[in-house]
């Protein structure tokens, strides 16, 4: 790994419902060995450990729905950052994501004790 002479290594454990079902977490203790050993091998200053959940969307461009529906396509968006993204623009946005979920569109999932919204690209026809 020296003789690569990498600017920065990041140390990425997920914090979103992760695509494959069989992934997990490790535990702390595994990733406190992992960043030290890579931390004595390369420095401290070129480690770094991604381990906290993101911020809330900062704004959202264009239609409130399709920015939903388009976001969820990417990553799982938390529940809770999603509504508090949909308050002012759109009328009971509760409402709205339980008519989506309703309809097929995005599917609700619990991970590591917080609610997501993903895109459902398994839409059954009625």
């Known amino acids: 790994m020296k003789k690569l002479s990498l600017h920065k290594t990041y140390i990425s454990i ?8 069989y992934v997990k977490p490790p535990l702390e203790e595994e990733i406190i060995k ?12 070129k480690v770094e450990l991604l381990n906290m959940p993101e911020p809330p969307p900062s704004g959202i461009y264009g239609d409130p729905i399709t920015w939903l529906l388009n976001t969820t396509s990417v990553h799982p968006l938390r529940y809770d950052y999603a509504i508090r993204a949909l308050e002012g623009l759109i009328r009971d ?3 709205v994501i339980e008519d989506l979920v309703e309809k097929r569109l ?5 991970y590591r004790g917080e609610v997501f919204l993903l895109r459902n690209f398994k839409q059954t026809s009625n």
């Open 14 to 21: 997920p914090i979103r419902p992760p695509a494959e079902p």
């Open 34 to 45: 992992a960043y030290n050993t890579f931390s004595k091998l390369l420095g401290f200053e």
């Open 93 to 95: 946005p509760e409402r």
């Open 106 to 110: 995005i599917v609700k999932i619990q």
